[in-house]
Nanobody, 124 residues
Framework: QVQLVESGGGLMQAGGSLRLSCAASGRTFSSYAVGWFRQAPGKEREFVAR????????YYADSVKGRFTISRDNAKNSVYLQLNSLKPEDTAVYYCAADLGSYGSRSSDDYNYWGQGTQVTVSS
């Protein structure tokens, strides 16, 4: 079992920055990869970023590459998503999720545990 709790969302103006955190508990944290997804109103959940178990490999959606950075601290059982140069189209609920078994997956179907989400709203 894995429990995930996101925090750090809020209301920002376009061009601003936010740092989201995902605190994990349960299964050994370094044994699974973690991804961030987001879901805007009326849209499907989409992949944002992923980090491997050790933190040595990261993957990003094209829409956020160069603006968002994913990182993890295995000593603190936490994953972070730094959001820079925010745009109104980044407005969504952001979720972190644990992937216990796949390799480099960007599909939400491959993630086993999910947090409750944190709202990010970017005004123009």
């Amino acid at each position: 079992q894995v429990q995930l709790v996101e925090s750090g969302g809020g209301l920002m103006q376009a061009g601003g920055s936010l740092r989201l955190s995902c605190a994990a508990s349960g299964r050994t944290f370094s044994s699974y990869a973690v991804g961030w997804f987001r879901q805007a109103p009326g849209k499907e959940r989409e992949f944002v970023a992923r980090i491997s178990r050790s933190g040595g490999r990261t993957y990003y959606a094209d829409s956020v590459k160069g603006r968002f950075t994913i990182s993890r601290d295995n000593a603190k059982n936490s994953v972070y998503l730094q959001l820079n140069s925010l745009k109104p189209e980044d407005t969504a609920v952001y979720y972190c999720a644990a992937d216990l078994g796949s390799y480099g997956s960007r599909s939400s179907d491959d993630y086993n545990y999910w947090g409750q989400g944190t709202q990010v709203t970017v005004s123009s």
